[in-house]
Structure formats: C-alpha cells, structure tokens
C-alpha cells in the first residue's frame, strides 16, 4: 500500500517530464522509432509480390533484422527476398514459387546503438478462391405460399466472399420485402408466389483478392397448388411436407433465427449486425428494439428491409438483449438475442517517449483495457523483461516502469505488450539520455494575424535536456504570466483569449535550462473585423428594368477584400446582364427567372461577412415614350475628413434623365503650378457619391465632378472650394538613372527629372553621388538643380561606380536613393591575343584558337574579337607571286569567344591571319601575324572547250586549264556521248590525258551525229566541276534514197490549202447560178457524150442528177468520203495529176467545171464507192481535204 501511494506521488511530481509525442530534431542521437509497418493481418495476391513495410528512424540510422514464426529469418540466404536499401521493408518474388511456402507470422526490429525497436506481429496469409465442391442439385417443388429457404454454402475463402444470385443472364435476381439474402448468402422467401417459378437460382462467389467469381450449379424451383398435384408428382418432385391449407394466409414464425432466443458476441469498436427473417402471409414486418433501452440513433441502421439491425462502433453500453417483432395481420412473433460484448485489448494511455538529462528520475505507462483484462508484459530493446539483465535503477509494477537517477548511455527502448484471448497491442516507448542547452524549433519573426476579439496562439515550440522552462515577453520589456487574458501552456504555447488592437506588438519566448538559454521572436497583428455597413434591400422591380443592389463593407486596410454575388447560396447566371461592381450588383433587363435571393460575402484571409436580399420581377406597366439624355451635373460639392495627404469629395447627382449613372470622373485643377488645366484623377462607379482622394504635397487643389451615362458625359459641375496641401520632402527619387563613360577618364551620371506635381515643395535639387565599386573610400556627391546630367571627370579608364540620385528640396530629403552600377569611360584595349593557332580542317574551312585578353587590358565592355584573315598567293609554282587582287576578310566572333571558324577559303594557299580584341571604343593592337597554308582540293573547270574542223567522222577539241587549279594539277578527264533526236543519251566514252595536253582529235565518229563533251580536271583529290559542250559532225552531201512522206511537206500543205479555197469558190458561183435558173452546160455534156462507166447520180443513191429549177427546193448532194473519214496520201498524189495537169478537166469562164469525168480510173478497186463514181466539184474539195 505505503509502494502504491508513492508511485502516486511520484506521478505527480514528474508529470512535466511527459510530454505528448515527443520529437527529437534527427541531428542529435536517438534509438529507433518504427515510423511505418504491415497491418497486422495481411492478405496477399499470390499473383503479385509480397511488400512487408518496415521504416524507421534514428540517430544513427537503425539497421533491421527479422524473424518468422519466432525465430531468425535470414534474408540474405534467399534470393527471392530482398530488403529495401536503408529500410526494413521486405519484397518477397512470389512467381514462380509456391507462395504458401512464404505464409507466416513476421516481426521487424530496427537497431542502432541507443536501443531496439520493433513492429507488430504481422501475420501473412495468401488469398484463395477455392472452386465449389461438386454436388447433386435436386429440383424443388414447393406449394404456393409456403416459406423456402435456397442454401448457398459458398466454399470457404480468404478474405470471405461476397454472395449474390443471379439468372441465367447475370441479371441480379430482384429482392424485396419478401425475398431476401441472409447475412450467410442463403436466400430466403418469406412466402412463395407462382412468378418464383424458374430453373436458373444461381449463387455466385465473389472472391475480393483475386477478382474471380464462383458459380454454383442452378436451382430449379417450381411452385404448384396442391390441387394439380398427385402422389405420383409429390413423388417424382421430391416433395415431402405440403399445408393442408395452400396458398392460404398464416401468421409470422422466424426462418432465422431458430427457437425463441439466441445469442451473439461483437468485439468493441466492431460492426454489430443482427438479423432476423421471418415466415407468413401475408408477409411480415420487422421491428426491433432493446430491452430495458433505447438503440442508439446515431450509429444505428437498418438494412434489407429491416431484417438486419446494424450497430457501428460497438461499445460495452450495447451489450444487452434485443428483440425483433415479426408482424403481420394474423399476429406477431418475437425473437430474442442475447448480446455480449467483448474487447480486445485498447489503449487508455500508450507508453510515450521520455527524454531524460543525465540524473533525472522517469516513468513509463502502460495502461490498458479489455474483456477479457489483457496481460501486460514488459520488454527492453526486444527482450523479456524478466530476462534482461538487472537494472537497480528500473522498477516495475504492473502496468508501470519508473528509472530513477539515469546516466549517460542508458537510452533504451521499452516495449509494452499487451494480450487477451481477442488479441494484443505493442507500443514502443524510447527512453533518451541526453544534456542538451535549449533550442527553439519555431521559426523566427513568424508573422501571425487574428481578428480582433478572436482567440490567437502564438507557437514556442523548443527542445532541450533538461526539458526548458518557457517565459515570455511583450515588447521585448513586459513579462507576460499565465492569467486571463493570457494563458502559456505546457508546451510552451501562448494564448490570448480574446485578440485586441492593444495586443498587437513583438512577442518574445524564452526557454531556458542549466545548460542554457534560447530566446525568439514572433509577431502578432490584430486586425479590424471585416463588417458589411450597408446591407443589400429588398427590391421590387419591373420586367425588363434594372436592379441595383448595394453592399459597402468596412475592413482592415491591410487586408485585401473579395467580394462574391451568390444568387439562391449559388453562382451567378453566366450572363452579361451581372454586372459586379466593387460595393453593388446591378442586374439589367431583369427577366421572370432573376426573381431569387441574393447574397454579398465579403471574405479576407482572416474572416468573412455576408448580408442577403430577395428580388421580386413584377408586370411592366406602360410608360410614355422615355428620352434619353445626358445626366445633369453634380452639384454641392463638399470636402470632408481633411488630412494632408488626402480628402474626401462628395457631392449631389444631377438628373440621369433615365439613364442610369455608369460612373463618375473626379478631375483636378493645380492652380499653383498648372492653372485652367483639368487633370483626370479618379473614376467611382456611378452608384457612389462620394470619393477618397489622395493627395500630393505643396499642390492648390480644386475639383469638378462628371457624370457618364449611355448617352454621353454631363457637363462639368462648378469647381469645388479650394484646397491646398502643405509642401512636404520629396515622395520619389528621379528614375531611370544611368551612369557611362563618354569617353576615356569619365562619367556622366544622367536622371530623368521630377515633374513640379512630384516636387512636393519649392528648391527642387538633386544630390548626385558616386564612389568606385569595391574600393574602400567615401561617396563623392554635388547638389544640382534644374540639370538632368553631372559629368564626372578624373575617373579611372572603365571601372565600376556606385551612383545614386536622391531628389531634395527645402523641406527635406527624399527616400533612400537606390543604388546603381555605371561605368567609367572606355579606351581602346591595350594588348592583343596570345598563342594564335589555326587549325586546317580541309581545303576550304579552317579554325582559329586563341588566349583571351587579360580582363585589364580590354579597358571596356568586350563586345568581341576580330579576326582579320588574307590570301597572300596560291602555292602552285605558278603563282608564287602576291595576290595584289585577294583583300582582308574579316570575322566577328562576339563576347569572351577563343576559337572560330574560318570558311570558305581557297584550296592550296597561303594565308596570313592576325586578331584584334574590340571593345565599345575600337579595336586593340593586331596579334602578330600567323601564316596557314590550306591542302589541295578539287579544280575549278577548264576554262574553255571548244570545238574545231567538224568533219564527216571527226573533229578536234582545244581546252584551256582552270582559271583556280587549286593544288598540282595531274590531267584531264573527257566524257563524251551522242544525243539522239529523242533527247536520249547514248553510250558514254571516257578517254584520259596527261596535263600537258590541252588538244585532241576524235575519229570514227558517225556523221551528222549531235554530240556532248563533258571535260574536267584533277588534282590528287580528286576531279572537279566540268566543262560541257555539245556539237555536232558533218552531214553526207548524197542522202541515200528513202520514201518521204509527202502528206507532211509544207509545201503541198499549203497547195492542198490554196486548192481547196478555189474549189470552195467554185461551189458559192454554182449555188447562185442554180438560184438564177436554166442548167448547167455540164448537163448537156454529159447528154452528148454517154459514157458507160458514168452514171447520172439519183438522189435514192446520193449520185448526181439534171440541176434544174424545178429541182430548187432539193439539197445538193455532194460525193462521200469513205468511211474512216480521211483521205489517204496516194489519193491526193494521184487527184494532183489527174485533175491539175490532165487535160480533160477543163474550168469554164463562170467558174463551173467541164469536160469528161472519166479521164483517169481508179487503180485500186478496194477503195469503194469512191472509185467508181464521178468526181463532182465536192468530191475533188473533199479529196483534198
């Protein structure tokens, strides 16, 4: 008892070395805290891999171990386990593997020199899907209205499966009042209908883990009066008890649970879940409730239609007995179970952290709580208790350890284990020896702002061993102790109950222990409340007019506001007719469906204020016509709360003459510096009468207002009373101010100006000073005014200044001028680049290195270097003289470059080449020069090709060498080939020649043949670019005989051509003697002389007949051409002879044509009709044609 009450003491006393979740900062030493592990049940996929999580801290960095089913688990001896680098995590490769060979119970340790610590037991399981076990699955026959009960008995899997049924068209089968799943998958029919007739009731199993679903075989159920049922029937069915009544009603009675009690066991903090299904008809109702009590609201539910009652978060109070009613009009029945609950162990107060200082006394708790009462076991890094080597200055009681007079090395961890029968808890509670001076762990002059009459706390968070002892201050002078309105916490936190304006200031936190001190500021801004001062009114509007509704808010200056419109405590409608303005929400055209509540909600980061106001839309009454017009000018204005930097303007509005006011413009007249000039200051939204104004020093201020409408701005009101400002020092400084050198040994400093509105008072000056960069010396200054630039002479040749500008004038200096970088004159560089080196890539590009000048010597900005280059001569022997034509070429490479390229250079030359550094001055001094020399490459093309004495089957080409051998050159290549009339090619002949030849003849060429000559010139790398010429051999002065198409010579084309327009002649002349009357004298020829191969042509046949007047109303028939519709070449050879120089064919004076038709026959008897008849007029031009 005399131990007990001790204890007690001591807990009292030492209650301020406990402090909630302790953290140690990671940089100073600490045993192992497990910060990540399993659940303690783990289910794993066999087709994944298996992740045990193990993470820890500590300082030094714990190493991990583990062990399975209670001994040693060596992971490096198995290759399909590998532990994360710098962790405990596990990752086990299961494929491939039989995973249940990895089944078991795991435990992680994490250990480093101050201690162990270790994980919960975590009991690894693989997930299975087991297939249903075979069975016989007989038919049912069941009278109408009897109960049924379908068995599902689901294989047995890990994690259970989820149960449903369904039909043959995985349509979930329905449920209802009547039917129902049961908690273990069977499904249950209160009373069977005829519709519950059906061969496809079919349980699936769902397994979670592994996704797959099992299906058992289908239940067929038929439902039948007992009437149509014969022995025979009942037999074959199956069919053992049938109602003597069927399908008549009867009273409710429980399918489950069975008899009139049962009972049922949940663990603390569990589901509870009841169920109770009953039998009947009509079907019953279920109600439930509990004896001796009342069922608690809150984590109550009820589920399937009330047959389930579920109790979340199970507690000791729901232990107890609960009945569940079956009703129906017949009766009722009821149904008791008896329920008990048990607990698995449950924190009261875990084991925390103890950091102790060397000599000071701790004390771990373990305090527990179950049903059955857990046993609490101790253990230190791991090990039993009991079997840890003794410790005179540990003593243990129960649920209780308590170190007395630590030292400097004990740092441990302690390990709480308790267990029942339900299951265990195990905490790990480091102990930490350490002396440590104070240190604050909250950042310093941390800002923090509250709304006046708001709570605030102000953070001291600290570490030290000893733990320290916080005091605080205002002020840095005003010791603050706990009492209202202050209140300092255990840890350290300061809190002010109720925030005022007076509260606002600097916070100091001390903490302090033997060791030392630590103090640290933090700030602490109270602000105005954020209030709405004029609330939005209730609004009565008219169809199609506007409606304006008003929220002016107060808040704290330094806060920035955000006003939100919400219409029914939603958005507003995307639609251009809102309109939100900065204090007002103006609807225009309000519509039926505008009509709602609007609210304002004023927020800042710290608080928020709302106000609300319903609209209503009522019908337009008829109006007369409305003129718009420009509003009339404000009137009485009047200036309010006058201080010396700003006023406030209000005034009258003037008639808007129906048009709304959109907004307000405030000028500004300066009499004292810009008299009768009125200067644009602000615009207010036209819902405003009144305008804060700031204002300018040293300034005669007088205003006017504006009003806007749609139609146009009012005329300006009458000119406020005037207002001036006191003069005052400079607000600005002079911008854009610059400093460079113009030339060697100077600088010139140069501003932009203040305008006399920005001067604030009268003596404008500005104070120039300047100093060398990075040189110890005082600042150089002049006072100027009325100039916009200082000249500074005597400077070193381009080195840095410091410059500044400050703006002044007789009543003071303006703000701090900031600092700027200028430079002093620049000069031209003084040394050249060292160590020249040209590197030939080929014979046209080269690259140039080079060491950059001494930063010194370049005596300004570097903008580059450049490389001056020239072709001194070619190193042929034959152009071992000056190039006096080749000029420099020059290369810029910008910035601090050391190497560039070198393009375009002629092949075998010699090259001189020098390099100069540029500055924003000029050029420096040239680099001494530095000759290359470029290799052979490939010639340029001979210089001419030409073609001499072309014979029948030879000629003779004459070339000239390239103009740029570009190397030694080593002969000549000539390709040559005949072009045909096709523009083809022919085959190519190539022949080679020595360079001294520049001449040669080509024989046994083919006469009158086109030839091309392509002619090139080498060097050792190669041929060059060609020469090309095409000309052509001799033709042969006797042709050899060949057939020449006639058809297509010129001359008989334009003969055929003539021919034809005479006869076309020839025809016009017969058409108008045929009109005037009488026959033609071809008829009387052809009556005098009858030639029997010549028939007169009938008009049956297309042939010719007596050309008389009678005839005049029938066409004229002209002879046909044959059938292709061409006329071949032998026929007009032959119709030339027979009919331009035969002398049968005559032509009259009139033109007609006369004589015998039959001097010439027809050859060829093949051609048809053509040879057979006459040639009239029209068949000669059609011959020709």
Same mark, same amino acid.
């Given at each position: 008892?005399?131990?007990?009450?001790?204890?007690?003491?001591?807990?009292?006393?030492?209650?301020?070395?406990?402090?909630?979740?302790?953290?140690?900062?990671?940089?100073?030493?600490?045993?192992?805290?497990?910060?990540?592990?399993?659940?303690?049940?783990?289910?794993?996929?066999?087709?994944?891999?298996?992740?045990?999580?193990?993470?820890?801290?500590?300082?030094?960095?714990?190493?991990? $171990?583990?062990?399975?089913?209670?001994?040693?688990?060596?992971?490096?001896?198995?290759?399909?386990?590998?532990?994360?680098?710098?962790?405990?995590?596990?990752?086990?490769?299961?494929?491939?593997?039989?995973?249940?060979?990895?089944?078991?119970?795991?435990?992680?340790?994490?250990?480093?020199?101050?201690?162990?610590?270790?994980?919960?037991?975590?009991?690894?399981?693989?997930?299975?899907?087991?297939?249903? $076990?075979?069975?016989?699955?007989?038919?049912?026959?069941?009278?109408?209205?009897?109960?049924?009960?379908?068995?599902?008995?689901?294989?047995?899997?890990?994690?259970?499966?989820?149960?449903?049924?369904?039909?043959?068209?995985?349509?979930?089968?329905?449920?209802?009042?009547?039917?129902?799943?049961?908690?273990?998958?069977?499904?249950?029919?209160?009373?069977?209908?005829?519709?519950?007739?059906?061969?496809?009731?079919?349980?699936?199993?769902?397994?979670?883990?592994?996704?797959?679903?099992?299906?058992?075989?289908?239940?067929?159920?038929?439902?039948?009066?007992?009437?149509?049922?014969?022995?025979?029937?009942?037999?074959?069915?199956?069919?053992?008890?049938?109602?003597?009544?069927?399908?008549?009603?009867?009273?409710?009675?429980?399918?489950?649970?069975?008899?009139?009690?049962?009972?049922?066991?949940?663990?603390?903090?569990?589901?509870?879940?009841?169920?109770?299904?009953?039998?009947?008809?009509?079907?019953?109702?279920?109600?439930?409730?509990?004896?001796?009590?009342?069922?608690?609201?809150?984590?109550?539910?009820?589920?399937?239609?009330?047959?389930?009652?579920?109790?979340?978060?199970?507690?000791?109070?729901?232990?107890?007995?609960? !009945?569940?009613?079956?009703?129906?009009?017949?009766?009722?029945?009821?149904?008791?179970?008896?329920? !008990?609950?048990?607990?698995?162990?449950?924190?009261?107060?875990?084991?925390?952290?103890?950091?102790?200082?060397?000599?000071?006394?701790?004390?771990?708790?373990?305090?527990?709580?179950?049903?059955?009462?857990?046993?609490?076991?101790?253990?230190?890094?791991?090990?039993?208790?009991?079997?840890?080597?003794?410790?005179?200055?540990?003593?243990?009681?129960?649920?209780?350890?308590?170190?007395?007079?630590?030292?400097?090395?004990?740092?441990?961890?302690?390990?709480?284990?308790?267990?029942?029968?339900?299951?265990?808890?195990?905490?790990?509670?480091?102990?930490?020896?350490?002396?440590?001076?104070?240190?604050?762990?909250?950042?310093?002059?941390?800002?923090?702002?509250?709304?006046?009459?708001?709570?605030?706390?102000?953070?001291?968070?600290?570490?030290?061993?000893?733990?320290?002892?916080?005091?605080?201050?205002?002020?840095?002078?005003?010791?603050?102790?706990?009492?209202?309105?202050?209140?300092?916490?255990?840890?350290?936190?300061?809190?002010?109950?109720?925030?005022?304006?007076?509260?606002?200031?600097?916070?100091?936190?001390?903490?302090?222990?033997?060791?030392?001190?630590?103090?640290?500021?933090?700030?602490?801004?109270?602000?105005?409340?954020?209030?709405?001062?004029?609330?939005?009114?209730?609004?009565?509007?008219?169809?199609?007019?506007?409606?304006?509704?008003?929220?002016?808010?107060?808040?704290?200056?330094?806060?920035?506001?955000?006003?939100?419109?919400?219409?029914?405590?939603?958005?507003?409608?995307?639609?251009?007719?809102?309109?939100?303005?900065?204090?007002?929400?103006?609807?225009?055209?309000?519509?039926?469906?505008?009509?709602?509540?609007?609210?304002?909600?004023?927020?800042?980061?710290?608080?928020?204020?709302?106000?609300?106001?319903?609209?209503?839309?009522?019908?337009?009454?008829?109006?007369?016509?409305?003129?718009?017009?420009?509003?009339?000018?404000?009137?009485?204005?009047?200036?309010?709360?006058?201080?010396?930097?700003?006023?406030?303007? !209000?005034?009258?509005?003037?008639?808007?003459?129906?048009?709304?006011?959109?907004?307000?413009?405030?000028?500004?007249?300066?009499?004292?510096?810009?008299?009768?000039?009125?200067?644009?200051?602000?615009?207010?939204?036209?819902?405003?009468?009144?305008?804060?104004?700031?204002?300018?020093?040293?300034?005669?201020?007088?205003?006017?207002?504006?009003?806007?409408?749609?139609?146009?701005?009012?005329?300006?009101?009458?000119?406020?009373?005037?207002?001036?400002?006191?003069?005052?020092?400079?607000?600005?400084?002079?911008?854009?101010?610059?400093?460079?050198?113009?030339?060697?040994?100077?600088?010139?400093?140069?501003?932009?100006?203040?305008?006399?509105?920005?001067?604030?008072?009268?003596?404008?000056?500005?104070?120039?000073?300047?100093?060398?960069?990075?040189?110890?010396?005082?600042?150089?200054?002049?006072?100027?005014?009325?100039?916009?630039?200082?000249?500074?002479?005597?400077?070193?040749?381009?080195?840095?200044?410091?410059?500044?500008?400050?703006?002044?004038?007789?009543?003071?200096?303006?703000?701090?001028?900031?600092?700027?970088?200028?430079?002093?004159?620049?000069?031209?560089?003084?040394?050249?680049?060292?160590?020249?080196?040209?590197?030939?890539?080929?014979?046209?590009?080269?690259?140039?290195?080079?060491?950059?000048?001494?930063?010194?010597?370049?005596?300004?900005?570097?903008?580059?270097?450049?490389?001056?280059?020239?072709?001194?001569?070619?190193?042929?022997?034959?152009?071992?003289?000056?190039?006096?034509?080749?000029?420099?070429?020059?290369?810029?490479?910008?910035?601090? $470059?050391?190497?560039?390229?070198?393009?375009?250079?002629?092949?075998?030359?010699?090259?001189?080449?020098?390099?100069?550094?540029?500055?924003?001055?000029?050029?420096?001094?040239?680099?001494?020069?530095?000759?290359?020399?470029?290799?052979?490459?490939?010639?340029?093309?001979?210089?001419?090709?030409?073609?001499?004495?072309?014979?029948?089957?030879?000629?003779?080409?004459?070339?000239?060498?390239?103009?740029?051998?570009?190397?030694?050159?080593?002969?000549?290549?000539?390709?040559?080939?005949?072009?045909?009339?096709?523009?083809?090619?022919?085959?190519?002949?190539?022949?080679?020649?020595?360079?001294?030849?520049?001449?040669? !003849?080509?024989?046994?060429?083919?006469?009158?043949?086109?030839?091309?000559?392509?002619?090139?010139?080498?060097?050792?790398?190669?041929?060059?670019?060609?020469?090309?010429?095409?000309?052509?051999?001799?033709?042969?002065?006797?042709?050899?005989?060949?057939?020449?198409?006639?058809?297509?010579?010129?001359?008989?084309?334009?003969?055929?051509?003539?021919?034809?327009?005479?006869?076309?002649?020839?025809?016009?002349?017969?058409?108008?003697?045929?009109?005037?009357?009488?026959?033609?004298?071809?008829?009387?020829?052809?009556?005098?002389?009858?030639?029997?191969?010549?028939?007169?042509?009938?008009?049956?046949?297309?042939?010719?007949?007596?050309?008389?007047?009678?005839?005049?109303?029938?066409?004229?028939?002209?002879?046909?051409?044959?059938?292709?519709?061409?006329?071949?070449?032998?026929?007009?050879?032959?119709?030339?002879?027979?009919?331009?120089?035969?002398?049968?064919?005559?032509?009259?004076?009139?033109?007609?044509?006369?004589?015998?038709?039959?001097?010439?026959?027809?050859?060829?008897?093949?051609?048809?009709?053509?040879?057979?008849?006459?040639?009239?007029?029209?068949?000669?031009?059609?011959?020709?044609?």
């Amino acid at each position: 008892m005399d131990f007990q009450l001790s204890i007690g003491a001591l807990l009292m006393t030492l209650l301020s070395h406990m402090t909630s979740a302790l953290e140690v900062p990671l940089d100073l030493p600490q045993p192992p805290t497990i910060t990540l592990q399993s659940p303690k049940d783990y289910i794993f996929d066999p087709r994944e891999n298996i992740v045990i999580h193990c993470e820890a801290k500590g300082k030094p960095h714990p190493s991990f $171990s583990w062990t399975r089913n209670g001994t040693h688990f060596d992971v490096e001896k198995d290759s399909k386990v590998l532990m994360k680098p710098g962790s405990g995590t596990l990752v086990i490769d299961i494929s491939g593997e039989k995973a249940e060979a990895y089944e078991g119970t795991y435990q992680c340790t994490a250990h480093n020199d101050h201690g162990t610590a270790v994980s919960n037991n975590i009991v690894i399981r693989q997930s299975r899907s087991p297939l249903w $076990s075979k069975e016989r699955i007989e038919a049912i026959t069941v009278q109408l209205g009897i109960s049924l009960v379908l068995q599902c008995r689901p294989p047995a899997g890990l994690p259970p499966p989820v149960i449903f049924w369904m039909d043959n068209n995985f349509q979930k089968l329905p449920l209802d009042k009547r039917v129902s799943q049961a908690l273990n998958g069977d499904l249950y029919f209160s009373n069977v209908l005829a519709e519950d007739t059906r061969n496809d009731y079919i349980c699936y199993a769902r397994f979670p883990h592994t996704q797959t679903i099992q299906q058992k075989q289908p239940i067929s159920v038929t439902v039948q009066e007992i009437d149509t049922m014969n022995e025979t029937v009942a037999a074959l069915y199956n069919v053992t008890t049938f109602s003597a009544n069927p399908a008549r009603e009867q009273g409710p009675g429980f399918l489950t649970p069975l008899g009139a009690t049962s009972t049922k066991m949940v663990l603390r903090g569990e589901t509870l879940q009841l169920e109770c299904i009953a039998e009947g008809l009509p079907t019953p109702d279920m109600s439930w409730q509990k004896d001796g009590g009342e069922l608690p609201t809150s984590r109550v539910s009820f589920l399937n239609y009330k047959k389930t009652l579920k109790i979340s978060d199970v507690g000791e109070a729901d232990a107890g007995d609960y !009945t569940c009613t079956a009703t129906n009009r017949l009766g009722t029945a009821d149904h008791v179970i008896k329920v !008990t609950v048990k607990a698995a162990p449950f924190w009261i107060s875990a084991p925390r952290n103890l950091i102790l200082a060397p000599n000071e006394t701790g004390i771990l708790t373990c305090r527990v709580s179950g049903d059955p009462k857990p046993e609490i076991r101790w253990f230190v890094n791991g090990i039993l208790l009991e079997n840890a080597p003794e410790d005179h200055t540990r003593k243990v009681d129960d649920d209780t350890v308590i170190l007395s007079n630590v030292q400097s090395g004990s740092s441990a961890v302690y390990q709480c284990n308790a267990s029942n029968e339900f299951g265990y808890l195990i905490a790990n509670a480091f102990v930490n020896v350490l002396a440590e001076p104070p240190r604050v762990l909250t950042p310093p002059n941390q800002v923090y702002r509250v709304i006046t009459n708001s709570p605030s706390l102000l953070d001291c968070a600290t570490f030290g061993s000893p733990i320290p002892t916080i005091t605080w201050f205002k002020d840095g002078k005003i010791s603050i102790k706990s009492g209202d309105p202050y209140v300092i916490h255990e840890n350290g936190t300061l809190e002010i109950n109720v925030a005022q304006s007076q509260n606002s200031g600097k916070y100091t936190c001390i903490a302090t222990n033997n060791l030392g001190i630590k103090e640290n500021h933090v700030f602490l801004e109270v602000k105005e409340p954020t209030r709405i001062l004029k609330q939005p009114e209730y609004k009565v509007v008219q169809r199609g007019m506007s409606a304006v509704f008003e929220c002016k808010v107060k808040h704290d200056p330094s806060l920035v506001p955000t006003m939100t419109w919400l219409k029914n405590n939603g958005e507003l409608p995307d639609d251009e007719r809102f309109e939100v303005d900065t204090d007002s929400l103006v609807i225009k055209d309000v519509m039926d469906e505008d009509e709602g509540t609007y609210t304002c909600i004023m927020n800042t980061s710290l608080d928020q204020d709302s106000a609300s106001a319903m609209l209503t839309v009522v019908e337009a009454t008829p109006t007369p016509a409305i003129v718009y017009e420009k509003p009339d000018p404000a009137t009485d204005l009047e200036l309010t709360d006058q201080t010396e930097r700003s006023v406030q303007l !209000t005034w009258i509005p003037g008639d808007e003459h129906n048009s709304p006011t959109q907004k307000f413009l405030i000028q500004y007249e300066d009499l004292l510096h810009q008299p009768s000039v009125w200067v644009n200051m602000t615009e207010v939204p036209g819902t405003s009468t009144t305008a804060h104004l700031n204002l300018s020093p040293f300034i005669y201020y007088s205003f006017r207002v504006l009003a806007k409408n749609q139609v146009g701005y009012s005329q300006p009101s009458q000119a406020s009373r005037q207002y001036r400002t006191n003069p005052a020092a400079p607000d600005d400084n002079p911008s854009d101010v610059h400093g460079e050198g113009t030339e060697p040994g100077n600088l010139v400093i140069s501003w932009r100006s203040l305008t006399g509105f920005q001067s604030n008072g009268p003596g404008l000056e500005y104070k120039v000073l300047w100093r060398q960069k990075d040189v110890d010396q005082e600042w150089s200054s002049t006072t100027v005014a009325n100039v916009t630039q200082v000249v500074v002479t005597g400077t070193p040749i381009f080195v840095p200044y410091e410059i500044k500008v400050q703006s002044l004038n007789d009543y003071g200096s303006g703000p701090e001028a900031e600092v700027i970088i200028g430079y002093s004159g620049e000069d031209l560089p003084t040394s050249a680049p060292d160590d020249v080196l040209v590197l030939v890539h080929n014979s046209t590009l080269a690259e140039v290195h080079w060491e950059p000048v001494s930063a010194h010597s370049i005596r300004g900005k570097l903008k580059g270097y450049k490389v001056y280059y020239r072709r001194e001569r070619g190193l042929h022997k034959t152009e071992e003289e000056a190039d006096q034509e080749s000029q420099d070429q020059v290369l810029t490479f910008s910035g601090n $470059s050391t190497e560039g390229s070198l393009p375009g250079l002629q092949p075998y030359s010699l090259y001189n080449l020098f390099i100069r550094v540029l500055n924003s001055k000029g050029e420096g001094p040239p680099s001494p020069d530095k000759q290359f020399e470029t290799p052979e490459g490939v010639p340029g093309p001979p210089s001419f090709l030409n073609v001499l004495n072309p014979s029948l089957d030879s000629l003779t080409l004459e070339w000239g060498p390239p103009l740029n051998n570009n190397g030694r050159l080593i002969g000549y290549t000539l390709k040559y080939q005949p072009v045909n009339n096709t523009v083809e090619m022919g085959p190519v002949k190539m022949m080679e020649f020595p360079v001294n030849e520049t001449t040669v !003849t080509l024989d046994n060429l083919n006469s009158s043949v086109l030839y091309k000559f392509d002619l090139s010139a080498k060097t050792i790398k190669g041929a060059g670019a060609n020469t090309t010429r095409e000309a052509s051999t001799v033709m042969e002065t006797t042709v050899p005989s060949r057939h020449v198409d006639i058809a297509t010579q010129g001359w008989f084309i334009g003969l055929m051509c003539a021919i034809a327009l005479l006869i076309l002649v020839l025809l016009i002349v017969c058409f108008i003697k045929r009109n005037k009357g009488g026959k033609y004298p071809v008829k009387e020829k052809e009556e005098a002389h009858q030639d029997p191969e010549i028939q007169p042509m009938k008009e049956d046949d297309g042939t010719f007949g007596e050309y008389s007047d009678t005839e005049d109303h029938k066409p004229l028939k002209g002879s046909r051409t044959p059938s292709n519709g061409t006329v071949r070449r032998d026929e007009s050879d032959d119709s030339l002879v027979d009919y331009g120089e035969g002398g049968d064919g005559q032509f009259n004076e009139d033109g007609s044509f006369i004589g015998q038709y039959s001097g010439k026959k027809e050859k060829d008897t093949h051609e048809g009709n053509e040879s057979s008849e006459a040639p009239s007029p029209v068949n000669a031009m059609n011959s020709f044609v």
